[in-house]
């Protein structure tokens, strides 16, 4: 009887210890052993196939663009909807009669003017005489014409505007920008900042549209990203004091540059204008000779409607430039030739996006094989 407790005490600790082994840690505990040890994993390894891994697809780092690409950029729709089919009218190898014509019919729905049209057409037709133009004589013979037309004009551009020079004397350089509501006058002023800033010159900018709450606002953000001090007053305070106020901060600052941001005017209305040449001459009782730039936004979208706005303004203020801005959004980017040469006025800057590496120095060189696609 004692024998049979025995094994049955023997098979129930068999039992228990059979159980016990069985059951899997709650933490399993990983082990390596040698691959001796473990011949099973050699042939695991032998019969596994190699692990195919594609290479990781980097995005190539952004290519910093020219101004001279994003100007080909901006004015493809002036070139594709009226410049660029110029050469498309040739119906043979060389220029005849009724080529001419039609060139003639598509150059006034260019914006660029029927008397600059006209003269135009005029020397085509000499010049047809003496050689015959072919397609592409035709389009080196345009880009001369239209530059010697800009080129005389586009010389007198004050190079202060482009290349930051300390003064000499430590004189403030006042700029005050003008135009009608919607040109763009913020944003360029904006980017004019942080191009200047960028060069190492000290900018005080003059929020003096105290009408729009929001373009102040607007231009507090371009100053704050510029690194350039901005002076604002209270919504609907005096533009002319406000401008007064920038100026006097600039001079006490001896800053290098005080740009001036004003309301947008329409140029018909008499005393709005009125109050443009009130906040120019203010100025002049802190420097005699501010402000020394008056600069001109003109959007290109208007075309040759921009005339009558730059005649009256030119008329009010004695403006010394434009900035063409918006040549992105238009076909009417050609309009800058006529623009330039009835008002004698060069074009400082072209504006052709958003961002401020879209706004640079204008060169007729540059714009017009941009709008003619050479």
Not at 133 to 156: G, R, V
Request: hydrophobic share 40%; charged share 30%.
């Amino acid at each position: 009887m004692d024998s049979l407790y025995i094994v049955i005490g023997v098979l129930v600790i068999a039992v228990i210890a059979f159980l016990v082994l069985k059951k899997k840690p709650s933490k399993p505990v990983i082990t390596k052993a040698p691959e001796a040890h473990r011949p099973e994993l050699q042939e695991i390894v032998k019969a596994a196939e190699p692990i195919k891994t594609e290479p990781v697809k980097v995005e190539p780092a952004k290519k910093e663009i020219s101004f001279t690409e994003r100007l080909k950029l901006g004015l493809s729709r002036s070139r594709q909807e009226v410049w660029g089919k110029l050469s498309g009218l040739f119906s043979g190898p060389t220029l005849d009669e009724e080529t001419i014509e039609s060139i003639e019919e598509l150059l006034y729905s260019a914006d660029i003017g029927t008397a600059t049209v006209a003269e135009l057409i005029e020397e085509v037709k000499k010049k047809n005489k003496e050689e015959r133009l072919t397609e592409e004589s035709f389009k080196t013979f345009l880009f001369d014409f239209l530059k010697n037309k800009m080129k005389p004009i586009q010389e007198k551009v004050d190079s202060d505007l482009y290349t930051f020079k300390k003064s000499e004397e430590g004189k403030t350089k006042v700029i005050m920008v003008v135009g009608v509501n919607g040109a763009g006058k913020t944003t360029t002023i904006g980017k004019l900042a942080t191009k200047l800033r960028a060069q190492g010159a000290s900018v005080v900018v003059g929020a003096c549209d105290t009408f729009r709450a929001a373009a102040v606002d607007q231009l507090q953000v371009w100053c704050d990203r510029a690194g350039a001090t901005m002076i604002r007053a209270k919504e609907g305070a005096n533009p002319s004091g406000v401008g007064y106020d920038a100026l006097q901060a600039a001079i006490n600052q001896k800053a290098d540059y005080c740009i001036l941001d004003t309301a947008g005017r329409l140029h018909t209305k008499e005393n709005l204008m009125d109050e443009l040449a009130k906040s120019k001459n203010v100025l002049k009782k802190l420097d005699a000779e501010a402000p020394h730039q008056i600069l001109l936004v003109i959007d290109a979208i208007t075309g040759q409607n921009a005339l009558r706005q730059a005649e009256e303004f030119h008329k009010t203020l004695g403006l010394t430039g434009l900035i063409f801005t918006k040549c992105d959004g238009s076909s009417k980017a050609g309009s800058a030739v006529t623009i330039v040469e009835q008002l004698k006025l060069p074009i400082a800057y072209i504006g052709v996006g958003e961002s401020a590496e879209d706004l640079d120095i204008f060169k007729v060189d540059d714009y017009l094989r941009a709008l003619l696609g050479m």
